[in-house]
């Protein structure tokens, strides 16, 4: 549970378009602290990650076939999952192009562009490591200093347009794995699970093998890790800097886990700008755009 002092933070600041685009009005407001991580963007963050990991494994692509061939009558399915699917169809937060945009900024992935968060995949190792570590020999001085550092960078990647999109995915995410479990489709494919489903829709209709199990869970321990972030406290000896208490070095187990579904990464340095304040604005019009950021 979150301390009294962060659930009261108010935030008032707002990023503005960046001058000479013509997107002027901006449907969002801001908290920007970039020295402090908040935990409403850390959450945010989560999201992301967790719709990031799903999306490069196919799983929203399966769920696209799926609608199509829904839309063809070619699927036994009762009305709920027809609905769901139609709401699928329908009620898409963002386009593919844009969503990999969000992708790349808050985490890196895909194509580099301008805002591309080059240090999240170090910073991330490099905390994953930390808490290893302290699971073996209590070296809480490296857990706090890799989870800060973490902490810090993903924040100040999710104020604005982000954090308002990370809403809209986390509904997009439940709402596929939701027809994923649909015990008719299921059994349509020879499938005993979401998991299942996927390999077996990929395979047949987008002849792709994928490791879908591996896929899920790496979204869902993922996505726990980042949001396990978000619990902040007050440093003990009263200065200003927070002190991180995850709850993940409690369960070296699945961060291992988790660091062996990621692979190695080929090292990285960080750079100095890793805790920059680099935000995302979302128009009227339901557009990610770059905008610049007051501090608060």
């Not at 329908?90 to 969503?99: G, K, N, Q, T, Y």
């Not at 077996?200 to 993922?222: E, F, P, S, Y």
């Not at 709850?247 to 187990?253: L, N, V």
């Not at 692979?263 to 979302?282: D, E, F, M, Q, T």
Request: glycine letters at 6%.
């Amino acid at each position: 549970m979150l301390s009294p002092w962060l659930l009261a933070l108010v935030f008032t600041a707002a990023p503005v378009p960046k001058k000479g685009t013509r997107q002027a009005q901006v449907i969002l407001q801001a908290k920007v602290t970039p020295n402090r991580p908040v935990a409403e963007n850390l959450r945010a963050a989560a999201t992301i990650y967790s719709s990031a990991t799903l999306e490069e494994a196919k799983v929203f692509a399966v769920v696209d076939t799926l609608a199509e061939l829904f839309e063809k009558g070619m699927l036994p399915l009762g009305e709920r999952t027809g609905q769901a699917l139609e709401r699928w169809t329908v009620d898409e937060p963002l386009s593919a192009d844009e969503r990999q945009r969000l992708y790349s900024h808050v985490l890196g992935a895909g194509d580099a562009t301008q805002s591309t968060n080059l240090d999240f995949d170090p910073l991330f190792s490099a905390y994953l490591a930390s808490v290893s570590a302290h699971a073996r020999k209590s070296d809480v001085r490296r857990l706090r200093y890799a989870g800060r550092k973490l902490a810090l960078n993903l924040s100040n990647r999710t104020y604005g347009g982000a954090t308002t999109v990370a809403t809209r995915l986390a509904k997009h995410v439940d709402l596929a794995l939701a027809i994923l479990e649909d015990e008719a489709l299921q059994k349509h494919y020879g499938a005993s699970s979401s998991a299942g489903l996927v390999e077996a829709v990929a395979q047949k209709h987008l002849g792709t093998r994928l490791d879908a199990a591996a896929a899920l869970t790496q979204a869902r321990l993922g996505a726990q890790v980042l949001a396990g972030l978000s619990q902040v406290e007050p440093a003990r000896d009263g200065a200003d800097a927070e002190e991180l208490a995850p709850p993940e070095r409690r369960a070296p187990k699945a961060v291992r886990r988790l660091e062996r579904l990621r692979g190695k990464a080929k090292p990285r340095p960080v750079s100095k700008h890793y805790a920059a304040v680099v935000s995302l604005c979302l128009t009227k019009d339901g557009h990610l755009i770059a905008c610049e950021s007051r501090d608060d």
